[in-house]
């Protein structure tokens, strides 16, 4: 466990700009950073960072918090783990207990790969550097290739030695289970053992290692290398984890970790094909470079980029494998708003050889020297050699369909017009073009209906059949359940402004010198007076989550120095943090001519306006019941004769509400 005294510690040190900083590109604006939301697929600036207030908001999604649970939400994470990551990034000692069986049993299995790989990562690193084999051959390959000792340690480069189960051996005598060798893919089984079951096999064996580090630091994956005197004839010259619930290929980019900082600082992504062209780069001084490892971009690995920068320039080999390479994916890149250019290398060079031989000053200068627009680079490519009449118009097809998948118009009028002035084609035939193709994507049937056009006509018929039998058949209950949702959504929405009040005012006194029983003076803040007024009735706030808010608030109400925002905003229940950060943070950002200064009287006016709609809700509903018993009670003159004193009383109160609320009084 973590001591309350460690979790203060790690909560005043960690700079939530900072910390989102790791994750998302953040652009100051007024008080507040903006970017765009990690939490779902955002494409205009939503999530907004207060660093005066230490949370997050997403106005587009809804997610809110504190820098915890962005941590916990971002790398899926328990509260715990959130705190020692933090811990970690703010180099904070934590002292804790070790886990008992029972606890490591509870551990999720998510969190039990990630440990298993944490561990691999350092085995495979230990014996790298310091195994007799690992050294000579590991070691020595590393070297071969330039790579100097800083750099093996950033990628926490390794070495799997060539013997069947020598890992999986040291990973059993270390305490780790079998079950997650083969759930990460460290190991494979293979051969029944009628004693102990399957035996599992390293799958890593005899090969070099680059471990995969996710976007949030974590090791998530493995890719293992033969080494060359091996490779030839060899079909897998690259072994990489399978997918896992902790590691799809398709949603991971190697090197984005030790690159997401510099990314952000040069607001552009160079693309490279595989893990030696990243480190080699960054080895040369280029560190805002990530990996695809060869496959096909995928739309989570663009979104992924995406929260860092639009600018990405594709870095391929000349050759045609390269020239193929770049125009893989580069439509969804279009599509997802990213701005492409494209350099290929110079025959017989790839971004690792190329970097071996240029500092980063020199490598930088030929790329801003031969990159070029994506769309100058397809007309070349598609275009260069072709008379054919037939051929060229379909590579101006291409050409066209790629600019059609361009959300911003302008962006795509520009390009229209430069392509029409390359090519040499009237700019209203390309337009017209362009209009064509994105009428059939809007147009175009989704993958996942299988029924034909004729059975969606039909179902769509008997659907609106059916909503009109329905409407006709409506009946008093419907009416009845219809009102007692926007009466429960207007009791939810008092309640809220009531629980927002005392997170953002709750230490603040609105009424000097009242009388207590025992004759006593005292002066009451927000918070005892909302708690005292409710309950003198008896009353209570219907959501569970409020209550708990109320609950907590009152009993820290008179500690020293306690400020109810900062106390649920760092609250480490994550449900009250995130409600918190929702109650205050405006859902717009105010200049300061336009916003509502709160001196004592008027919060005290708020506050007990607040309070008078509660109560007004309160008798309105039991007025409805006390009605409903009465027309219950037609056969007992003396049951409707106290229903009648009751609904009378009821109605007195409310008039007296309804007066201090300014409304009319209803008789």
């Known amino acids: 466990m973590i001591d309350r005294q460690t979790i203060d510690r790690i909560m005043d040190a960690a700079n939530i700009v900072d910390v989102v900083s790791d994750f998302v590109s953040l652009r100051k604006r007024g008080t507040s950073y903006k970017g765009l939301c990690p939490f779902h ?21 809804g997610k809110a918090g504190n820098v915890v649970n962005f941590i916990m939400e971002h790398e899926q994470l328990t509260y715990p783990d959130a705190l020692r990551w933090l811990a970690k990034k ?68 390794g070495f799997c030695l060539n013997r069947r189960d020598a890992m999986a051996q040291e990973a059993k005598r270390k305490g780790y289970k079998k079950e997650f060798l083969v759930k990460t893919g460290l190991c494979y089984e293979a051969g029944e053992n009628t004693e102990k079951g399957a035996t599992v096999v390293d799958r890593f064996r005899g ?30 010259k690259y072994v990489n984890s399978p997918d896992s619930d902790i590691y799809h290929k398709d949603h991971e980019l190697y090197g984005i ?50 929260r860092f920068t639009q600018n990405i320039t594709l870095l391929y080999d000349g050759d045609e494998a390269g020239i193929h390479a770049a125009m893989r994916g580069t439509d969804m890149l279009l599509a997802e708003g990213m701005n492409i250019k494209v350099l290929l290398l110079p025959d017989q060079e790839d971004p690792d050889s190329f970097a071996r031989k240029h500092t980063a000053a020199d490598f930088k200068q030929y790329i801003e020297e031969h990159q070029t627009d994506f769309m100058q680079f397809k007309t070349d490519v598609m275009l260069k050699g072709v008379s054919d009449p037939i051929k060229r118009s379909e590579a101006i097809s291409s050409i066209v369909k790629s600019i059609s998948v361009i959300k911003d118009p302008i962006i ?47 179902d769509n018929s008997q659907q609106q059949e059916a909503a009109q039998e329905n409407v006709q058949r409506a009946t008093a209950a419907d009416i009845h359940f219809d009102r007692t949702n926007k009466e429960k959504i207007l009791s939810e929405t008092i309640e809220k402004l009531i629980v927002q009040s005392i997170v953002r005012y709750g230490e603040e006194t609105i009424f000097h010198n009242v009388e207590t029983e025992d004759g006593q003076l005292v002066n009451l803040n927000v918070i005892e007076y909302i708690s005292l007024d409710l309950g003198a009735d008896n009353l209570q706030l219907s959501v569970p989550l409020y209550n708990k808010i109320l609950q907590e608030a009152v009993a820290h109400a008179r500690d020293d120095d306690f400020k109810a925002e900062t106390f649920f905003l760092h609250h480490p229940d994550m449900e009250i943090s995130q409600l918190a950060t929702t109650l205050s943070i405006d ?19 708020q506050v007990r306006h607040l309070i008078l709609d509660f109560r007004m809700y309160h008798v309105e509903m039991k007025l409805r019941q006390m009605r409903q018993q009465l027309s219950a009670a037609i056969n007992s003159t003396d049951d409707i004769m106290k229903l009648m004193q009751q609904i009378h009383e009821l109605q007195e109160r409310r008039n007296i509400y309804a007066k201090n609320l300014g409304n009319n009084i209803i008789t």
């Not at 494409?43 to 997403?58: D, H, R, W």
């Not at 091996?230 to 079909?235: I, M």
């Open 41 to 61: 697929d955002d494409t205009t600036p939503s999530f907004s960072v207060s660093p005066a207030k230490g949370v997050y908001k997403c106005f587009a999604c």
């Open 90 to 157: 703010y180099h904070i000692e934590i002292e804790e207990r070790e886990l008992t069986d029972e606890e490591r049993k509870q551990q999720s299995e998510r969190e039990s790969m990630l440990i298993v790989n944490e561990w691999a990562a350092d085995y495979f690193h230990d014996i790298l550097l310091n195994d007799r084999d690992g050294q000579a051959i590991g070691l020595q390959y590393f070297r071969q290739r330039g790579f100097r000792d800083d750099i093996i340690e950033r990628f926490k480069l």
């Open 207 to 236: 090969r070099v290692i680059f471990p995969w580090i996710g976007v949030g630091g974590k090791i998530i994956a493995f890719g293992g290398r033969l080494l060359d005197s091996r490779t030839k004839g060899v079909a897998q």
């Open 257 to 306: 970790f030790q690159a997401k900082k510099q990314i952000v600082k040069e607001d552009r992504v160079y693309m490279v094909e595989g893990y030696t062209d990243v480190i080699s780069m960054h080895q040369c001084g280029i560190e805002n470079v990530v990996a695809n490892s060869g496959t096909a971009l995928s739309i989570h690995q663009i979104k992924l980029l995406r």
């Open 412 to 458: 795509r009028a520009t390009y229209i017009k430069d392509c029409s002035q390359r090519i040499g084609i009237a700019e209203q035939t390309l337009i017209t073009q362009m209009n064509r193709f994105i009428r059939d994507e809007r147009n175009r049937p989704q993958t996942n209906l299988p029924e034909t056009e004729a059975q969606n006509q039909q």
């Open 587 to 605: 859902d717009y950002t105010l200049t300061d001519s336009m916003k509502v200064v709160h001196d004592e009287e008027s919060l005290r006016n």
